[in-house]
């Protein structure tokens, strides 16, 4: 079954514990993105990711980071979380002549 | 730049009336434009989309959208909501070169008996 996974899908931590939160497809997409999503302000892309070790910024990529050296992997990496980080996190492939997005089931993270 | 504009944050509707979800976008060049449907607690799932040629397009669940130039609109509508429909929707426009997917804020249609 084609799909996107993420991981953990709940995490609860604290300020400055660094955390990564995982994901996979098994599309063969070149294309990846990370959003977040926030109440009443919808999706805003973090990162993004055109093929292996080509990545680049969204609309919103400060205290994020992110990697791609394999195509099926794009971790999202929190280097020092803090509150203001607390989202729904979405990870997204498609192909690279693709339109159409595939999203995860998403990661709710909590920092406190 | 581009950006998209949905006008209405929740849109109640009663069963089987029909619903207008609107959208307005701006952009310098032209755009594919989206229609995402976000189940509770799922992610997001593509309902349809505008390329080029026909100004309306349609779902495969009774859902259409049509592509007003003019009016930079991509408004969705349904001539009958069922309560399974109770979802949030969202508007996204991209570049013809795909390089970015700009989502609006989106739009909770609320769906009662």
């Known amino acids: 079954e084609a799909q996107v996974t993420q991981n953990p899908r709940y995490l609860i931590t604290v300020t400055g514990k660094k955390l990564t939160v995982t994901c996979s497809q098994n599309m063969n997409h070149e294309y990846m993105s990370w959003y977040r999503q926030d109440p009443g302000l919808g999706l805003r892309q973090i990162y993004y990711s055109m093929n292996v070790e080509v990545t680049d910024k969204g609309d919103v990529p400060e205290g994020y980071k992110v990697s791609r050296k394999e195509k099926r992997n794009f971790p999202l990496i929190l280097e020092s979380p803090s509150p203001n980080q607390t989202s729904l996190y979405f990870c997204?492939?498609?192909?690279?002549?693709?339109?159409?997005?595939?999203f995860g089931p998403g990661t709710r993270l909590t920092v406190t | 730049a581009q950006s998209v504009t949905q006008l209405d944050s929740q849109v109640p509707v009663f069963e089987e009336a029909p619903v207008e979800l609107r959208c307005n976008y701006s952009s310098s060049v032209s755009v594919y434009l989206f229609w995402y449907v976000q189940y509770p607690n799922q992610g997001l799932q593509l309902l349809l989309k505008y390329l080029s040629g026909s100004t309306l397009v349609e779902s495969i669940n009774g859902f259409e959208a049509e592509f007003n130039k003019s009016q930079t609109s991509f408004h969705l509508r349904k001539p009958s909501v069922h309560i399974s429909d109770t979802a949030e929707y969202f508007c996204a426009v991209s570049d013809s070169g795909y390089s970015t997917l700009t989502f609006g804020k989106g739009t909770m249609l609320l769906v009662s008996p």
């Open positions: 997204a492939s498609r192909a690279g002549g693709g339109l159409r997005q595939y």
